[in-house]
């Protein structure tokens, strides 16, 4: 049975959809105690960091989903999903020494969260003639680095929909497993031992995307 955790982040209708789709079985729930027993979890989101963690700490489920991670069940995040399973986001929160704002976030994978203009600065990447919009919103495509459980029979290069402003910087490169181009390397799938991510949206990109979202539920759907 499959876990779609509900914290009022949005994006669930689409996963429903493509799990209805693949005839997965899964429980939707705002209640962490609903989840206990499923073998697998999807954990979806769009919005803002603050927000995202404010909610999950009023509902329990940053607790739920530490304590799963810890347990090394199977975790699959998807857009803000993806982001605040790292340490800390520069979007939105408390104001650092320095005057940057950051929220602190479930730190189940060690990196930050950064916006892709300073990204662009520090690293002299900025397009000069201003081509590349924040946020990064549309079709990419993604190659691959190394293997992963999640991209089996996906091609490299498949095309997948990104809707985000700020980028995950993970501190051990070896957990991206798929990145994409946009004025700089943008980690779009990745593996943590039983933590998977994706920064843009598989349920919402084809065939593609729902073969991931296939390879992550593929044993409850031969159990359905």
């Not at 962490?32 to 073998?39: E, F, I, T, W, Y």
């Not at 998807?78 to 940057?100: K, M, N, P, R």
Request: glycine share 10%.
């Amino acid at each position: 049975m499959i876990g779609i955790v509900d914290y009022n982040a949005g994006n669930i209708k689409s996963v429903e959809r493509a799990l209805d789709y693949l005839k997965a079985p899964y429980i939707l729930s705002k209640n962490p105690a609903d989840l206990a027993k499923v073998d697998r979890v999807i954990f979806p989101g769009d919005g803002e960091a603050a927000y995202a963690m404010r909610e999950l700490v009023m509902s329990g489920y940053d607790s739920f989903l530490r304590d799963w991670a810890a347990d090394k069940k199977p975790l699959l995040g998807i857009c803000i999903g993806a982001q605040i399973i790292f340490d800390q986001s520069e979007e939105g929160g408390q104001t650092s020494a320095g005057g940057q704002t950051y929220t602190k976030c479930l730190g189940l994978v060690p990196g930050t969260i950064r916006h892709f203009s300073r990204l662009w600065h520090e690293r002299d990447l900025a397009p000069e003639d201003n081509s590349r919009k924040v946020p990064h919103m549309g079709w990419n495509d993604v190659s691959y680095s190394g293997t992963c459980p999640i991209l089996k029979n996906v091609p490299e290069g498949s095309d997948f929909y990104f809707v985000h402003s700020y980028v995950i910087q993970p501190q051990n490169p070896s957990v991206i497993k798929g990145f994409a181009n946009y004025g700089t390397m943008v980690p779009a799938v990745i593996q943590s031992k039983n933590i998977f991510a994706c920064q843009f949206h598989p349920e919402k990109s084809g065939k593609a995307g729902l073969q991931i979202i296939k390879n992550f539920v593929e044993g409850d759907l031969e159990n359905a």
